[in-house]
């Protein structure tokens, strides 16, 4: 009875032992399992965050792309506006030289065409005072000569009547006289009237050239209200385009301090992006450094246990692989196409150093 007392102590003290390494095991395995599920909570947080800070960068880009397009638009209508004001400018200055050309010009004829009609009716009144002055001198030449004659007649007869001439005879002479005056009244008469005449022809032509100035300057003045018409209409687009250049300016203006607004934002999402990277990238460290000290830990307590021990450990390890690899499957079922879609942005190197540690551990524990 004494010889398998001290057999069976050392075997209570073994599995005790094996409890112990067993709980250490398990709580080992439990450690890891929760710090597994911790990384990847955080990780699907941080996948979060990414894809989000992902999609507001974006949002940002589209914004900016929109504001940069709407700011080449007012660009491209500014300068529009601005070629088709020195356009319309240079047609003004144009339209003015044209115009003071135009009046000048309808002076010019005006000027030409009165001094035209002064000439002529100067030339004509000439005429008139030329060939009246001719017949004044003929008539008085012939009057001079019939005065001349009636008073020779008169001398003559006073002479025959001095003498005692008959009075008969002296009759014949008187009532000669008589008709030789009325002769010449018969052509002083008709001189009177064509001087009257010539008069009243001479004030019809100045109330012609009164008139002909009066309607030159009649359409001259509405030639120039029509062209003060165009003008104020011309001033008063000038006036609407500068204001449209005002306002696009404003707009314009606007638009690029908006513009500078969404690249501060931008490059502050950049920053932000960039910090959470680097967080990550930390959280991934650490992570890294907690699996290093795991598998120190794990070869450190299988140096002390035996084969039946390790053969217990791995069976434990198989069984929490394979729930592992369970669970990890339907959770890729669930997530495919978010996993693949993720898996793509996020950092390659980071996934690839956590499989293959996962990997060298597994095969160490092998």
Known sequence: MAQPGPASQPDVSLQQRVAELEKINAEFLRAQQQLEQEFNQKRAKFKELYLAKEEDLKRQNAVLQAAQDDLGHLRTQLWEAQAEMENIKAIATVSENTKQEAIDEVKRQWREEVASLQAVMKETVRDYEHQFHLRLEQERTQWAQYRESAEREIADLRRRLSEGQEEENLENEMKKAQEDAEKLRSVVMPMEKEIAALKDKLTEAEDKVKELEASKVKELNHYLEAEKSCRTDLEMYVAVLNTQKSVLQEDAEKLRKELHEVC???EQERQQHNQLKHTWQ?????????????MRDMQRMEIVLTSEQLRQ????????????????????????????EEEVKLPVVCALTHEESSAQLSNEEV
């Open 313 to 340: 450990v791995e069976e434990l390890k198989k069984k929490d692989q394979e729930e592992d690899e369970q669970q990890r499957l339907n959770k890729r079922k669930d997530h495919k196409k978010t996993d693949v």
């Open 264 to 266: 501060h934002l931008l």
């Open 282 to 294: 930390k959280a991934n460290d650490q992570f890294l450094e907690s699996q290093r000290l795991l």
